[in-house]
């Protein structure tokens, strides 16, 4: 199966100074902070989210129930000023993205890459490309993975698939037990 590519175009999002508030509440006597969502970014979340569903569908992009996968969203800013910083609209956008719920499970899954920063003040912009990435869990791709999981099969621990190590190195916890593709935990069945 081709590997999925989808392409979108935001606005430049509220910064994470606009995006986020903070407000001392007092509870049973006691102060605690309590973050909220400021209006710029509510609406700003609401409008890209309908533009993803409809780029979601245009695109033909299918979400997986994995939620081990993980996703690059590669970013090409183009800014309306020199003075803005990427970093600061790596907060807002990916929430949206995830709140659309169409395109991966939890932002936990997500990569993000700034690929380019340019400044464009007749049409500032965000050029996203997500697709998933190639790694699976600790393994550098899908072969890797297979190729390891079919030395399992003959150990006693592999049990269908159902050992430990092999289901947390699909999940990418790393075990000092595997180094370089080969598990020193590895014992033969008898036949």
């Not at 995006?19 to 890209?48: C, M």
């Not at 996703?71 to 807002?92: I, Q």
């Not at 709140?99 to 997500?110: A, G, K, M, T």
Request: one cysteine or more; glycine letters at 4%.
């Amino acid at each position: 199966m081709p590997k999925q590519i989808l392409k979108l175009i935001s606005p430049i999002p509220p910064s994470v100074n606009h995006y986020i508030g903070y407000r001392i509440l007092t509870v049973n006597g006691r102060q605690t902070i309590s973050v909220y969502k400021k209006p710029a970014g509510k609406i700003y979340e609401k409008e890209f989210i309908n533009l993803i569903h409809t780029q979601v569908r245009k695109q033909g992009w299918k979400i997986s129930d994995n939620k081990f996968q993980h996703y690059y969203m590669d970013c090409d800013f183009y800014f309306p000023r020199t003075d803005m910083d990427a970093n600061n609209y790596m907060k807002c956008l990916p929430d949206a993205i995830t709140r659309s719920e169409v395109i991966w499970l939890d932002d936990r899954q997500l990569c993000e890459r700034v690929n380019k920063v340019n400044y464009d003040k007749e049409n500032p912009r965000i050029e996203i490309t997500i697709q998933p990435v190639d790694y699976i869990g600790i393994f550098e791709n899908e072969n890797i993975l297979n190729e390891f999981e079919n030395t399992c099969i003959d150990c006693k621990r592999y049990l269908g698939g159902k050992c430990s190590l092999l289901k947390d190195s699909k999940c990418g916890i790393v075990h000092k037990e595997i180094k370089d593709n080969v598990c020193s935990q590895k014992k033969i069945k008898k036949t």
